[in-house]
């Protein structure tokens, strides 16, 4: 009997015992790779000559004197990402022209010769710290052709390059990423020799074998864009966003990830003059989202600062409704807890049942046994819900499995395809989206219906995978209209413009001070002359971090404030100076101008026009005050 039991014991331990993961299939990512990927989408920063030349490409030969930033804020320009949504920044701290924006050892054509802080300026160490002090990733752009330098196209620019990147990798703290743009030679200054250089093989002439074994060493988590293919990253295929599809991430026997990159404005990559009304709209953005990360790619998205340092105000607007829409598209998952039942499960162990698809977790998933490539899920959700986007991602750390996939709904008790398996040899480019085939999944793929669909019940089947699917994640979502992304708080900047509707004004011409904060751009705060002042009394205190200021829209120029100085107060008696400065470009560019500071607790807020255009009079179109409630 006691052997019998033994027996039995031997028996049921055996059907407990936990299935074992499939096998890895094909390349892998490292995990510096998933981390990326998982980080979505993030901001590209053109910022340097070409902002004050009016160029993409500088030759070589602009002098760094041009670059004289008279507003320079690196904090402000992070805190606008960060409460758009991204994950990070790159930004081009040298571009072709050769100009370094940081004191480099390597090369004179840099920022020690700009007046800018009398030459004592290094851009890349702000946005360094200000990432740093937000806990947002940061990145840089070193263009590996250099129309400058004399040696460019000689063995001798290469210490020059070596030692560039060995200075913004060792200087500023945690890289990210870091990109080398794909242009490899032609015109140039080169010192003054104004010729043209082919540098033939960019791999070879950069020796990049060798620059990426430097960086794993100085940097080994930071993400490598291009390098000749021998990097993490490389392009998506064009500048307008979008990456073809269906997408894998494989290169030979390695996982090489894609990134889309494009402008938010259609003038270029720099700032340029007059680029307001050429912004993309957040509808745009949202077809460049779901065409890049939508895909399974990453997306770079390049907002550009003008000539006094500040980002375009239209081109943070589109951002931030963009940003908007996107938070409101992923807030609410309908699969979340839903229950599925597989059409197998790998050893009948729950670890890998249907259920995973539906946790929450995107390291869980539901996978059967070796050999299914073709294996089907039931989804059935608690309640009817309606959605036309659905997100599925595979368990990448597996290697990439699936080729195509269908889903199906219960419509009116009949089984409808609402996603059509892909079949070989179809590609998706560009914005194509609605009623997209079901192709690669990968890090994840987002299917937008041409119409929305409601159903409580609907059947994933993976119908031609390489090895058995590993899928981590299904979700259902609804794509918001702008209006309804309008509603949605989002944390623009860290603070939100202050109710303004019970506070009280004095100062010269007061009466005219709540015209400044009335919402109607048609009306304004005049004082008929300059300097000119009034002191707002918010009535209680808060901490106040920064405002904003837009010129009159009549198309006049007369009065416009173009240097300010603001002040605090707790007591209305004792004043502290918070900020003051110039609202530079008005003539050209009357557009909505935000300033930060250091915040501060302040129950008065005081605001003088220094300096005005024209000499007459003192004006405010429109202005917010930013800040929390003293406490919070």
Same mark, same amino acid.
């Given at each position: 009997?006691?052997?019998?039991?033994?027996?039995?014991?031997?028996?049921?331990?055996?059907?407990?015992?936990?299935?074992?993961?499939?096998?890895?299939?094909?390349?892998?990512?490292?995990?510096?790779?998933?981390?990326?990927?998982?980080?979505?989408?993030?901001?590209?920063?053109?910022?340097?000559?070409?902002?004050?030349?009016?160029?993409?490409?500088?030759?070589?030969?602009?002098?760094?004197?041009?670059?004289?930033?008279?507003?320079?804020?690196?904090?402000?320009?992070?805190?606008?990402?960060?409460?758009?949504?991204?994950?990070?920044?790159?930004?081009?701290?040298?571009?072709?022209?050769?100009?370094?924006?940081?004191?480099?050892?390597?090369?004179?054509?840099?920022?020690?010769?700009?007046?800018?802080?009398?030459?004592?300026?290094?851009?890349?160490?702000?946005?360094?710290?200000?990432?740093?002090?937000?806990?947002?990733?940061?990145?840089?752009?070193?263009?590996?052709?250099?129309?400058?330098?004399?040696?460019?196209?000689?063995?001798?620019?290469?210490?020059?390059?070596?030692?560039?990147?060995?200075?913004?990798?060792?200087?500023?703290?945690?890289?990210?990423?870091?990109?080398? *743009?794909?242009?490899?030679?032609?015109?140039?200054?080169?010192?003054?020799?104004?010729?043209?250089?082919?540098?033939?093989?960019? *791999?070879?002439?950069?020796?990049?074998?060798?620059?990426?074994?430097?960086?794993?060493?100085?940097?080994?988590?930071?993400?490598?864009?291009?390098?000749?293919?021998?990097?993490?990253?490389?392009?998506?295929?064009?500048?307008?966003?979008?990456?073809?599809?269906?997408?894998?991430?494989?290169?030979?026997?390695?996982?090489?990830?894609?990134?889309?990159?494009?402008?938010?404005?259609?003038?270029?990559?720099?700032?340029?003059?007059?680029?307001?009304?050429?912004?993309?709209?957040?509808?745009?953005?949202?077809?460049?989202?779901?065409?890049?990360?939508?895909?399974?790619?990453?997306?770079?998205?390049?907002?550009?600062?003008?000539?006094?340092?500040?980002? *375009?105000?239209?081109?943070?607007?589109?951002?931030?409704?963009?940003?908007?829409?996107?938070?409101?598209?992923?807030?609410?998952?309908?699969?979340?807890?839903?229950?599925?039942?597989?059409?197998?499960?790998?050893?009948?162990?729950?670890?890998?049942?249907?259920?995973?698809?539906?946790?929450?977790?995107?390291?869980?998933?539901?996978?059967?046994?070796?050999?299914?490539?073709?294996?089907?899920?039931?989804?059935?959700?608690?309640?009817?819900?309606?959605?036309?986007?659905?997100?599925?991602?595979?368990?990448?750390?597996?290697?990439?499995?699936?080729?195509?996939?269908?889903?199906?709904?219960?419509?009116?008790?009949?089984?409808?395809?609402?996603?059509?398996?892909?079949?070989?040899?179809?590609?998706?480019?560009?914005?194509?989206?609605?009623?997209?085939?079901?192709?690669?999944?990968?890090?994840?793929?987002?299917?937008?219906?041409?119409?929305?669909?409601?159903?409580?019940?609907?059947?994933?089947?993976?119908?031609?995978?390489?090895?058995?699917?590993?899928?981590?994640?299904?979700?259902?979502?609804?794509?918001?209209?702008?209006?309804?992304?309008?509603?949605?708080?989002?944390?623009?900047?860290?603070?939100?413009?202050?109710?303004?509707?019970?506070?009280?004004?004095?100062?010269?011409?007061?009466?005219?001070?709540?015209?400044?904060?009335?919402?109607?751009? *048609?009306?304004?705060?005049?004082?008929?002359?300059?300097?000119?002042?009034?002191?707002?009394?918010?009535?209680?205190?808060?901490?106040?971090?920064?405002?904003?200021?837009?010129?009159?829209?009549?198309?006049?120029?007369?009065?416009?404030?173009?240097?300010?100085?603001?002040?605090?107060?707790?007591?209305?008696?004792?004043?502290?100076?918070?900020?003051?400065?110039?609202?530079?470009?008005?003539?050209?560019?009357?557009?909505?101008?935000?300033?930060?500071?250091?915040?501060?607790?302040?129950?008065?807020?005081?605001?003088?026009?220094?300096?005005?255009?024209?000499?007459?009079?003192?004006?405010?179109?429109?202005?917010?005050?930013?800040?929390?409630?003293?406490?919070?």
């Amino acid at each position: 009997m006691f052997r019998k039991y033994l027996l039995m014991l031997s028996c049921l331990g055996s059907t407990l015992t936990a299935a074992t993961e499939p096998a890895p299939y094909g390349p892998l990512p490292t995990e510096q790779q998933v981390n990326w990927l998982r980080m979505e989408w993030y901001a590209f920063v053109h910022f340097g000559l070409n902002t004050y030349t009016d160029r993409e490409w500088g030759y070589g030969d602009e002098s760094p004197k041009l670059f004289n930033p008279s507003n320079f804020n690196a904090e402000a320009i992070v805190k606008t990402f960060k409460g758009a949504g991204m994950s990070g920044m790159i930004y081009t701290a040298k571009h072709h022209d050769g100009f370094c924006t940081w004191p480099t050892k390597s090369t004179k054509h840099n920022i020690t010769l700009s007046p800018w802080k009398k030459g004592k300026g290094d851009v890349v160490k702000e946005f360094a710290k200000a990432c740093q002090k937000h806990n947002f990733a940061f990145g840089t752009y070193l263009s590996p052709w250099d129309r400058n330098c004399a040696e460019y196209g000689r063995e001798g620019y290469l210490k020059v390059y070596y030692r560039q990147i060995k200075e913004l990798l060792t200087k500023y703290g945690p890289i990210f990423e870091i990109w080398f *743009d794909g242009a490899m030679g032609g015109d140039g200054f080169y010192g003054g020799a104004r010729e043209n250089r082919n540098i033939g093989e960019a *791999d070879k002439y950069y020796n990049y074998e060798k620059v990426v074994k430097n960086i794993r060493k100085l940097q080994p988590d930071c993400i490598i864009w291009g390098a000749a293919g021998r990097g993490d990253v490389t392009w998506g295929g064009s500048e307008k966003g979008f990456v073809k599809y269906p997408l894998w991430n494989t290169n030979g026997k390695k996982w090489l990830s894609l990134e889309g990159d494009t402008p938010i404005n259609h003038r270029g990559w720099f700032w340029h003059p007059g680029q307001g009304g050429n912004v993309k709209s957040p509808e745009h953005l949202m077809e460049i989202y779901l065409s890049s990360v939508g895909r399974g790619a990453n997306l770079i998205l390049n907002l550009a600062p003008n000539r006094d340092g500040r980002l *375009d105000a239209a081109d943070v607007a589109s951002l931030k409704a963009f940003g908007k829409m996107r938070t409101r598209l992923l807030a609410k998952d309908y699969a979340l807890g839903a229950k599925v039942k597989a059409s197998q499960v790998r050893g009948k162990d729950s670890k890998f049942d249907g259920s995973k698809l539906t946790d929450g977790d995107i390291e869980s998933y539901w996978c059967p046994e070796d050999g299914n490539t073709s294996p089907k899920a039931e989804i059935r959700l608690a309640a009817p819900a309606t959605f036309d986007v659905i997100r599925l991602r595979e368990q990448i750390r597996l290697g990439q499995r699936v080729e195509a996939f269908q889903v199906e709904a219960m419509v009116d008790g009949e089984w409808v395809t609402i996603v059509k398996p892909g079949q070989p040899g179809e590609e998706e480019t560009q914005f194509n989206l609605r009623d997209g085939k079901g192709h690669t999944i990968g890090n994840q793929v987002m299917r937008w219906l041409s119409q929305p669909v409601t159903t409580n019940r609907l059947r994933l089947t993976i119908t031609r995978a390489k090895a058995c699917p590993c899928i981590s994640e299904l979700s259902l979502l609804r794509m918001p209209t702008a209006e309804e992304a309008e509603q949605v708080e989002v944390d623009d900047s860290g603070d939100k413009p202050l109710d303004s509707q019970k506070w009280k004004f004095t100062g010269i011409a007061a009466e005219k001070a709540p015209l400044a904060f009335d919402g109607n751009a *048609d009306t304004r705060w005049y004082a008929g002359k300059t300097p000119a002042h009034f002191v707002v009394d918010m009535r209680k205190s808060h901490t106040i971090s920064g405002f904003s200021y837009l010129p009159r829209q009549d198309g006049n120029t007369k009065g416009m404030t173009s240097r300010y100085r603001v002040e605090l107060s707790t007591d209305g008696q004792n004043w502290t100076l918070a900020s003051e400065g110039e609202f530079g470009n008005l003539r050209a560019n009357p557009v909505e101008q935000f300033v930060t500071f250091t915040p501060k607790k302040a129950r008065y807020f005081r605001f003088s026009a220094t300096a005005s255009l024209d000499g007459v009079g003192s004006s405010v179109a429109e202005m917010k005050i930013f800040g929390q409630p003293a406490g919070k």
